[in-house]
């Protein structure tokens, strides 16, 4: 039973990672497309 709560945790604890880095690397991206938007607005100005 322990063993099993042991795996179920550090299955929970990678899922967490996984999603901590989907959400870190959608940031990344949100911050890159906001710098094109910002040089495209400026090439019209």
């Known amino acids: 039973m322990s ?3 042991e795996l ?3 299955k929970c604890t990678n899922e967490h990672k996984k999603t901590q880095q989907q ?3 959608a940031n ?3 911050t890159e497309l906001k710098l094109q938007i910002a040089w495209l607005e400026r090439s019209y100005e």
């Open 8 to 10: 179920n945790v550090d």
């Open 28 to 30: 990344n991206e949100i």
């Open 23 to 25: 959400l870190a690397d």
């Open 3 to 5: 063993q099993n709560t």
